[in-house]
């Protein structure tokens, strides 16, 4: 593959993670992050090119689902806040410790949201609760996030619709605050371990950048209930799939 093939493959994929992304609030990192590893690139590598290239398509996400008006102000700052704090936290400790023994466990424990969030999508009544914790959440879901898992929005978004929270300014209020967290991250990694792979970053947003517009006009016209059926499908699989990766040998 040649220099400018591979640039337009990192382009390419940029491009399908962020019309995932922004519209479900979720799944950059995920299958960024899956594409790079299954290449080669180290794990620390991987998790700091993302987390760079998402400075610039979480920015182009959150401005754009500012202007469709998809983003609650009061749900953005007790978010985004305590999740800057986690992601810096995770990037300096987590990303030092086997993240392997703590990842079966977020995982199941998204798997039980995505029964709770197809339950909605099929009209079932649940209780729409607010989460009362949200700055928790918020820190929780940075943390994870730094260790290059893409935590921050399968922890975010599907705890927050899974208790009710509106698919509209839910995606568009994760995505928004995503910024900042991504921002935080990134810099605690160019502080301690520089900026690599440099045609990974730019490939990722580029195509991360075109996208992000039309993610958050999909999620502001499209019916809600087939929001919550996409992100609900989305949540199960990654699970299942992160579940069994775990529980099998090699």
């Known amino acids: ?93 987590l990303t030092q410790l086997p993240g392997d023994v703590v990842r079966p466990f977020i995982y199941a424990y998204l798997l039980v949201l995505s029964v709770l969030i197809l339950l909605r999508a099929a009209g079932r009544m649940l209780p729409r609760r607010e989460v009362q914790r949200v700055p928790l959440l918020g820190f929780v879901a940075g943390l994870l996030d730094a260790t290059g898992g893409g935590g921050w929005g399968p922890v975010a978004t599907s705890t927050l619709l899974a208790r009710g929270g509106t698919a509209r300014t839910t995606i568009g209020t994760v995505n928004a605050a995503e910024f900042l967290v991504t921002l935080s991250i990134s810099i605690t990694f160019f502080l301690t371990i520089g900026l690599q792979h440099l045609d990974v970053v730019l490939g990722l947003l580029v195509g991360g950048m075109i996208a992000a517009p039309l993610a958050a006009l999909f999620v502001r016209h499209v019916r809600e209930r087939w929001v919550l059926l996409a992100v609900g499908v989305l949540v199960m699989a990654i699970s299942l799939y992160q579940i069994g990766r775990s529980l099998l040998p090699g």
Do not use: C, K, W
């Open 1 to 93: 593959m040649t220099l400018g093939d591979q640039f337009l493959f990192f382009v390419l994929v940029g491009l399908a993670a962020q019309l995932i992304d922004g519209a479900l609030g979720m799944a950059f990192g995920l299958v960024s992050s899956s594409v790079l590893l299954s290449m080669g690139v180290p794990p620390a590598a991987v998790s700091a090119s993302v987390h760079t290239a998402e400075v610039f398509t979480t920015g182009a996400s959150g401005v754009s689902h500012l202007a469709m008006r998809n983003v609650d102000r009061r749900l953005f700052f007790r978010l985004a806040i305590p999740g800057m704090a986690g992601g810096v936290l995770g990037a300096y400790v």
